[in-house]
């Protein structure tokens, strides 16, 4: 019943930047928590960031701290992930994730109950 949308990759030159977005359907999106996922070819899906239903916590896994920020707007019912200072290694597809709850963001985000279909990001050197 909730679809996630993403859009913003693309190519970029590395120590560039781009600016993901995750738009969602319906009207419940200021009580879940949401988050960014990623997997690169041959790998597994990891934990990028994810952020409070406020907007006022956020949790970054430590390969994109500090390069990194994840965003909301509720009145949009988007998520966004500013991507600073590009690396090769962040090629991958990126993938918006949703759980439903006001909880405490303190760790990754566990058990998504919504997932985009994701958006390809390449990072040349």
């Known amino acids: 019943q909730v679809q996630l949308v993403e859009s913003g990759g693309g190519l970029v030159q590395a120590g560039g930047s781009l600016r993901l977005s995750c738009a969602a359907s319906?009207?419940?999106?200021?009580?879940?928590?949401m988050g960014w996922f990623r997997q690169a070819p041959g790998k597994e899906r990891e934990f990028v960031a994810a952020?409070?239903?406020?907007?006022?916590?956020?949790y970054y896994v430590d390969s994109v701290k500090g390069r990194f920020t994840i965003s909301r707007d509720n009145a949009k019912s988007t998520v966004y992930l500013q991507m600073n200072s590009l690396k090769p290694e962040d090629t991958a597809v990126y993938y918006c994730?949703?759980?439903?709850?006001?909880?405490?963001?303190?760790?990754?985000?566990?058990?998504?109950?919504?997932w985009g279909l994701g958006t390809q990001v390449t990072v040349s050197s």
């Open positions: 319906g009207r419940t999106f200021n009580s879940f928590t």
């Open positions: 994730a949703a759980k439903r709850g006001r909880v405490v963001v303190t760790g990754p985000l566990v058990d998504p109950d919504y």
């Open positions: 952020i409070n239903w406020g907007g006022g916590s956020t």
